[in-house]
């Protein structure tokens, strides 16, 4: 996978807005958790910003007193970049994409209020249309905080 734009770069680059990307994802708050696309090619690769604020809802329980991001929502979040790069494909049927799987997702440091997660997806496979493989990694201040492949499905 190629190297994730520097966070200077990330500020000073937006391809998509959080307006504009809540035209093409179904998330809303609280769950919409990309704030804008710094970098999109559809069908082949996209990366996204996730600023990680002290004022969300799953801060108030996780944990008091040292707030960390659930990895699952970092999962959520690269996932949410991945959709960005199957949904805009032409030619493909319309429907709903979500999860269909999980492989290898490693997390290799806490994420915490005050971080901006960087994350890039890469498609690595789309088969028969309705499925899609994408390789996911997440940064912070240029190092890895994730990564792994995340397996999406159309839903009629």
Not at 20 to 28: D, E, K, S, V, Y
Not at 92 to 119: C, E, N, S, T
């Amino acid at each position: 996978m190629t190297d994730s734009p520097a966070s200077d770069a990330a500020q000073s680059s937006v391809v998509l807005t959080s307006e504009q990307i809540a035209g093409l994802l179904p998330h809303r708050y609280p769950f919409a958790l990309v704030d804008r696309v710094i970098a999109h090619e559809p069908g082949v690769s996209a990366t996204g910003i996730k600023n990680v604020t002290v004022n969300e809802p799953q801060f108030q329980g996780h944990f008091p007193g040292r707030p960390l991001m659930p990895g699952v929502l970092i999962v959520e979040a690269m996932a949410q970049v991945g959709g960005l790069i199957v949904t805009q494909m032409p030619d493909l049927p319309k429907g709903l994409f979500v999860f269909a799987g999980i492989d290898g997702v490693r997390f290799r440091r806490p994420v915490v209020p005050g971080d901006q997660l960087v994350i890039h997806c890469e498609l690595l496979s789309l088969k028969r249309k309705r499925f899609g493989k994408v390789k996911a990694e997440a940064k912070v201040d240029g190092e890895l905080v994730c990564s792994g492949e995340l397996m999406f499905s159309l839903v009629d």
